[in-house]
């Protein structure tokens, strides 16, 4: 497939399927995918296809080439119960609406492992992506994910974490369905956490470290209120305090331990983070950690302090927006401080860096009103910046406006699926 030349990439559902103990015929359709869901059945894009199939009895994927844009294929099973993957490998630059039968069969080779690390992080990404784009209900997310609760892949891992962070930020504002997802995604996540611990071993390898930093990032969010993660963030933070030039806390995790300690803390913990910022004056990936992190602490003054130290001269003009980033990721709440603080402070960023690149403008609008899910909030921006203008950010502003009301719909739909029934009946959920 040419994705560049043909200017994006196709989709390829199942429309039929007939299952016997000995086969399965599928019939496929190939359509232009885009992310927001939009129809493209009417533009007739078509590419020619390698699709590549596997079952658990073929030891290399068989591959299917076509150009139809509808197709069938016939599959052969060597038991009554096998699975079907279709783009085995992830090799080819396309998603995959497997049906929920398929995906049902495919469940236990997700457990077990049986399916390649590509293939399980492939499986995760292309859901959540279809899921959003309308193709697949929320609904069978739940069991989809419940299926790697005892994944050990830092690449899978790494899907997974993007996954549900991205599902955290449409939930975080629902609070009938939030707290039971982030009780479901805290024990999801929990057996590999506990396995791969918090100290690097010597036998971490690459992947390893990768892992180790994909989980406690994943703690931060979803399982910062639990005593022992507390702890063990604690005892990180006070080695780095009592040394601040040592290495206690690896760089891969430093911000996550600093964001979990200013959440459950006070004024106390937010000066001390702040004053390694100070400390660490000949580091700018250290400082960094402290400007992306301090945004973190529950106190709602303290967050406002924390943007206006971000234009007040004592951060680098080029890293003034990680303060902002910082804020607008604690939760709905810092999201909605940073916004009002970007507009209620208009003049004096817009002065703070005329000199300075666009792209600085650009990010900072980026973190303070991204993040948002509603139409309304879509208005909002739309109606600031029309009485703002800013020429040369006018395509950032429109892509958030754009990314704002897809996620909006977005919302909707899962809200209106069984997603929350079904994750309320989950034992994760309990």
């Known amino acids: 497939i040419n994705a560049e030349y043909m200017g994006g990439f196709p989709v390829i559902s199942v429309l039929e399927e007939k299952w016997t103990d000995s086969s399965v015929v599928l019939k496929l359709q190939q359509k232009w995918f885009l992310a927001d869901g939009s129809d493209t059945t009417a533009e007739g ?8 199939i596997a079952t658990p009895s073929t030891k290399s994927p068989t591959l299917e080439l076509t150009s139809e844009a509808t197709f069938t294929v016939t599959v052969n099973l060597q038991s009554p119960t096998d699975w079907v993957l279709l783009n085995a490998g992830q090799h080819v630059p396309l998603r995959v609406v497997h049906s929920s039968a398929m995906i049902e069969r495919l469940v236990p080779a997700i457990k077990s492992k049986t399916l390649s690390a590509s293939d399980r992080a492939g499986l995760v990404l292309d859901a959540y992506a279809l899921m959003k784009a309308g193709y697949m209900d929320f609904a069978s997310l739940v069991p989809l994910l419940d299926a790697y609760r005892n994944e050990d892949n830092a690449v899978t891992w790494e899907a997974l974490e993007m996954v549900l962070r991205g599902l955290n930020r449409l939930l975080q504002s629902n609070q009938a369905v939030y707290p039971k997802f982030t009780r479901f995604v805290s024990n999801l996540i929990k057996p590999t956490a506990n396995a791969i611990g918090w100290q690097p071993k010597e036998t971490d390898g690459h992947l390893g470290k990768l892992l180790r930093g994909s989980m406690i990032r994943l703690l ?54 702040k004053e390694l910022f100070t400390i660490w004056d000949n580091s700018n990936v250290d400082q960094k950690a402290v400007m992306t992190s301090i945004g973190a602490t529950p106190i709602l003054e303290l967050k406002n302090q924390t943007l206006e130290w971000a234009i007040s001269g004592s ?12 804020v607008s990721d604690s939760g709905i709440k810092g999201l909605e401080i940073s916004w009002n603080f970007f507009k209620q402070n208009f003049e004096r960023i817009q002065s703070y860096i005329s000199t300075a690149s666009p792209s600085l403008m650009d990010s900072v609008i980026s973190y303070s009103c991204s993040g948002f899910c509603t139409n309304e909030k879509a208005d909002d921006i739309t109606r600031f910046f029309e009485s703002h203008p800013l020429p040369l950010s006018k395509r950032t502003i429109s892509q958030i406006v754009e990314d704002v009301r897809v996620n909006a719909e977005v919302l909707k739909r899962l809200e209106k ?14």
Not at 45 to 52: A, G, N
């Open 315 to 326: 951060i680098k003009r080029q890293d003034f927006f990680y303060p902002f980033s910082g």
């Open 417 to 430: 699926s069984d997603f929350a029934r079904i994750l309320q009946e989950n034992p994760l959920s309990q």
């Open 220 to 273: 931060a969010v979803f399982s910062s209120n639990e005593e022992s993660v507390i702890s063990e963030a604690r005892s990180l933070y006070n080695k780095l305090i009592e040394d601040p030039n040592g290495s206690h806390i690896p760089s891969d995790f430093r911000v996550p331990v600093l964001k979990m300690v200013l959440a459950a803390g006070g004024q106390e913990e937010y000066n001390k983070v």
């Open 45 to 52: 894009k078509l590419w020619t296809v390698p699709l590549l």
